[in-house]
Antibody, heavy 119, light 109 residues
Framework: QLQLQESGPGLVKPSETLSLTCTVSGGSISSSSYYWGWIRQPPGKGLEWIGSIYYSGSTYYNPSLKSRVTISVDTSKNQFSLKLSSVTAADTAVYYC???????????WGQGTLVTVSS | EIVLTQSPATLSLSPGERATLSCRASQSVSSYLAWYQQKPGQAPRLLIYDASNRATGIPARFSGSGSGTDFTLTISSLEPEDFAVYYCQQRSNWPPVFTFGPGTKVDIK
């Protein structure tokens, strides 16, 4: 059974960089059949797609976040990561990692991790 | 940028009733429209993709329809576990950029 698990600091200071890692188990991140993505959800609000990555390293970002986002993949560890720079309180959210088959939407999701931006 | 609008914001129904949720796109998304269900404290769950295809393990009471700019998610007879928030999502053809609608909450009347 495929599982995705987010990890990283739960508290980040304003202006710093938020860093999260998603560890994939029960399947290979190197499969050509999938993209891997990050989605976030501010408390009590809706979902926002942050970006996606292919095992080859090709990335696709939300235009509204593109200047601050970097997503990378480490196939040797079966992990992919998110970095979001210059964070503000508006970046406080539950961050989810998810798998997206090439031809369908996100079908497997991690449980999510709450990241709070506060001094 | 394609904007998705969902209506109503809240739908109050009783178990056994039929639920009809709407999602409208600001421009055509062809059939690249998905529906997700989210319960409190849980990750979203994929219900429908490509407007009308049920995802693996999704009960037949969930159905999707539409194309272009107008889409509908129908729950034929609400079960107690169906009370949740439902989001639609579109994918642009290329590059693959995604946007979500604001959600419709289905609560118990």
């Amino acid at each position: 059974q495929l599982q995705l698990q987010e990890s990283g600091p739960g508290l980040v200071k304003p202006s710093e960089t938020l860093s999260l890692t998603c560890t994939v188990s029960g399947g290979s991140i190197s499969s050509s059949s999938y993209y891997w993505g990050w989605i976030r959800q501010p408390p009590g609000k809706g979902l926002e797609w942050i970006g996606s990555i292919y095992y080859s390293g090709s990335t696709y970002y939300n235009p509204s976040l593109k200047s601050r986002v970097t997503i990378s993949v480490d196939t040797s560890k079966n992990q992919f990561s998110l970095k979001l720079s210059s964070v503000t309180a508006a970046d406080t959210a539950v961050y989810y990692c998810a798998r997206r088959p090439v031809t369908t939407p996100f079908d497997y999701w991690g449980q999510g991790t709450l990241v709070t931006v506060s001094s | 940028e394609i904007v998705l609008t969902q209506s109503p914001a809240t739908l109050s129904l009783s178990p056994g009733e039929r639920a009809t949720l709407s999602c409208r796109a600001s421009q055509s998304v062809s059939s690249y429209l998905a529906w997700y269900q989210q319960k409190p404290g849980q990750a979203p769950r994929l219900l429908i993709y490509d407007a009308s295809n049920r995802a693996t393990g999704i009960p037949a009471r969930f159905s999707g329809s539409g194309s272009g700019t107008d889409f509908t998610l129908t729950i034929s007879s609400l079960e107690p576990e169906d009370f949740a928030v439902y989001y639609c999502q579109q994918r642009s053809n290329w590059p693959p950029v995604f946007t979500f609608g604001p959600g419709t909450k289905v609560d118990i009347k």
